[in-house]
């Protein structure tokens, strides 16, 4: 079970008043081992143009609205990064944040926003802060070219279907700060020959031809900003846990919990672009996640702590919040069905 989908669950579990609803079975759609919809398969004409128009966009980002295109008006993405350098497989893999499913789980509460949002604002999220860039008009041909191919890989996935193999595995994080010292000598053996010992990876061509990274920079200016969900320690963790080095699956991870934490912990010690007013992100508070560093630092916890951990007391401090806010919440609502005469006189 993956825990921002649970996340989301209890969101509503604390907000809806009547089951009625809520007893209805919820379909499970595993990715692991279930087959990916083929390009091939699709018929000539003008829904797979548009369907490898988006294959394009997100596997050759760079090439198509990256900040080095001729057209000045198409640079979109801030940085070289293709959205297929985090999705892996053409967005398939499971545990490596596939799309496949998204078109059935969108629109969906989003702490980040405090709001439901679509596939598009989503898709807008990675562009602003994974890619760096701009968001992209909702009318935009490369938007539709988006939501088409994610469309296309989330067929045969019922609407509002629980997704296993979502997200990033929960791998088990030490109860502990983490070490970049030690992370520094996991890159060096295990990370370095690929991203490059200054992680500013390598690219395909010559700086300025719009070609991309055969290897992606980690870390530096041309990396993902400090407002992406991959500059979040426990999501970074967990991506490297089960994706990193280059051929390590969840079925076949190559290093253990504390290497990943500690090497996460040192390619986010480094320096990477700045997304402008991170305050208003999480405006609720209450769900703002514990390894979100940057203010405002809720919990009693110090910057450090929400940046490097020890997660475990945090997420018992956000428990014991939730717990709190749904504690009154309840009570609120005993209050109102009790004073029917004066709810209705302060409307
Ligand atoms: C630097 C890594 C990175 C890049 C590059 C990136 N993303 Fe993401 N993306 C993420 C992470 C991390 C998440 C969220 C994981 C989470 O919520 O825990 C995410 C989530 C998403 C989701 C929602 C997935 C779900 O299961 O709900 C969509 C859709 C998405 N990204 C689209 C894009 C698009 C389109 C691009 C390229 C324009 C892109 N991403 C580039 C890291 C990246
Ligand atoms: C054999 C080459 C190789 C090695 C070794 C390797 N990577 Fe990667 N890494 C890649 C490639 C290629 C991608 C882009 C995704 C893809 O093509 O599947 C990537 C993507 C990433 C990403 C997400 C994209 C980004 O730019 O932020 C992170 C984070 C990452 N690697 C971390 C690591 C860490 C940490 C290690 C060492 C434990 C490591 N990698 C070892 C090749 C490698």
Known sequence: MNIRRTAVISV?????????????????????????PQLDSLPEGPYRALVLQGHELSTRTFAVIGPEVKDLRKRYAG??????????????????????????????????EDQISTVEERINGCMERSMNGKPLPLDAPEMKAFTTYIAFLSRGVPVGAQIEGAAVLPSVVPNRRADPDAGSIVY?????????????????????????????????????????GMNRLLTITRF?????????????????????????????????????????????????????????YMLGASADQYRYGPFPPLAEKQREMADRRKAEMAAIR??????????????
């Open 12 to 36: 509503w579990a604390a907000l809806v008043t009547t089951a009625s609803w809520a007893a209805e079975p919820i379909p499970t759609v595993n990715l692991v081992g279930r087959p990916v």
């Open 79 to 112: 940085n070289n990064l293709a959205c297929t350098s985090c999705h892996q497989a053409e967005a398939s893999k499971p545990f490596a944040i596939p799309w496949v499913g998204v078109t059935a789980t969108f629109p969906q509460y989003r702490g980040r």
């Open 188 to 228: 060096a053996a295990k990370c370095a020959a690929c991203h490059g010992a200054d992680g500013m990876g390598q690219r395909t061509g010559q700086r300025g031809d719009a070609q991309g990274y055969t290897f992606p920079p980690l870390w530096g200016p041309d990396s993902f900003n400090n407002g992406a």
């Open 240 to 296: 490297i846990r089960q994706n990193m080095p280059l051929g390590a699956s969840h079925t076949a991870a190559v290093l253990n919990d504390d290497e990943a934490y500690d090497v996460a912990a040192f390619a986010l010690s480094k320096p990477r672009p700045v997304k402008a007013n991170l305050e208003a992100d999480f405006p609720a508070r209450w769900n703002k996640p514990i390894d979100a560093a940057f203010p405002p």
């Open 334 to 347: 005993a209050r109102s069905s009790a004073e029917p005469a004066s709810a209705a006189k302060d409307k």
